[in-house]
């Protein structure tokens, strides 16, 4: 161990502490503890997050925000062709920041309101599968018995479906009787439900057995209290780090549906419509600038959410490790 600077804590500690009578052990605690201590304002300054974790935060309030205030910025329809005057031109062309595509459209715009319909996607469908799953994991977790075999056969048989085929199979049944919107968010909010299920009851399983939930059941606390106020609590940082996950997903999945033709309108713009706008400029390679845009987006956004995910992950079990 370094020698302590005469002024720090823990040489005070070291030089106070009787030489008699008092085991080494402990005196090794105790430094120990002193440099914790005179480490925790610089940790408390991030508020225990890394440098990552609050870069990672920043862009997604940057694109959250610039998705929420698109109607009001001053850009140029999405839709509008500016007459052409752009069309297949790189960046800064005619004074437009990301240049245009090859219909001649703001790039740039098309971009933030596309953040727009790619986030709503991505948070609209992990809402459903959090929602729906995470009440079924829960039931079948706490329950056991023969509705966790029944509730697991029915997440079986989901996930026994490719995921892609699944998606074009509800997209087909629900097309032409909602908005193609909604379209995607039930679609790949279906194709969600089974993961966050099986996620919450592993959990669910563990937590439906400690000590303080006997407790409650030995106090004659009834079964939907015992959930609720007991396991719930527990269960919700590992769903919301998976949630965190499975919004990347569902954004990768539907710019993925895009590619094959399956999603939104070129009038509704996300950022799977761009990359497919931009193929054909990419294997031309006049304007490779359009695809690769939009998958920088896509790149950042799901780097963004994994690395959170992660972050949210590592906390809880910190936190499992110090019960």
């Not at 994991?137 to 697991?152: E, K, N, P, Q």
């Not at 048989?157 to 892609?164: D, G, K, T």
């Not at 994994?306 to 499992?320: I, M, Q, S, T, W």
Request: net charge neutral; with cysteine.
């Amino acid at each position: 161990m370094p020698e302590p600077s005469p002024d720090s804590p823990v040489a005070s500690l070291s030089t106070e502490a009787p030489t008699t009578g008092v085991p080494a052990g402990a005196v090794e605690l105790q430094i120990a503890a002193a440099e914790v201590d005179a480490d925790r304002p610089a940790r408390r300054k991030l508020g225990g997050l890394g440098i990552g974790a609050w870069l990672c935060i920043a862009w997604l309030t940057l694109i959250t925000v610039g998705a929420l205030l698109a109607p009001i910025l001053p850009l140029d329809d999405p839709n509008d062709t500016l007459g052409g005057i752009i069309a297949n031109r790189g960046f800064g062309a005619g004074g437009h920041l990301l240049g245009g595509d090859s219909s001649g459209r703001d790039l740039l715009s098309r971009t933030i309101f596309g953040a727009r319909n790619s986030l709503t996607v991505g948070f609209g469908a992990i809402i459903i599968g959090t929602v729906v799953g995470g009440l079924l994991g829960l039931i079948a977790g706490y329950y056991r018995g023969r509705i966790d075999t029944f509730i697991v056969g029915l997440l079986d048989v989901l996930l026994s479906f490719p995921a892609l085929v699944l998606a074009l199979a509800l997209v087909a049944v629900l097309q032409n009787r909602v908005s193609a919107l909604l379209t995607l968010v039930l679609a790949l909010g279906v194709i969600s439900i089974p993961v966050l299920a099986r996620i919450t009851r592993a959990n669910a399983l563990v937590w439906s057995q400690r000590e303080f939930v006997m407790a409650a059941r030995a106090q004659g606390a009834r079964d939907w209290r015992i959930m609720i106020r007991e396991v719930l609590p527990n269960v919700l940082p590992s769903a919301f780090s998976i949630a965190l996950l499975g919004v990347a997903v569902v954004i990768v999945a539907e710019a993925g549906l895009a590619l094959v033709g399956v999603g939104l309108s070129t009038q509704s713009p996300t950022w799977g419509n761009i990359i497919t706008d931009g193929q054909a400029d990419l294997t031309s390679g006049t304007t490779p600038h359009i695809v690769f845009v939009g998958a920088a987006m896509v790149f950042l956004t799901v780097l963004a959410l994994n690395y959170l995910g992660d972050v949210v992950r590592a906390r809880f079990d910190v936190r499992e490790a110090a019960i």
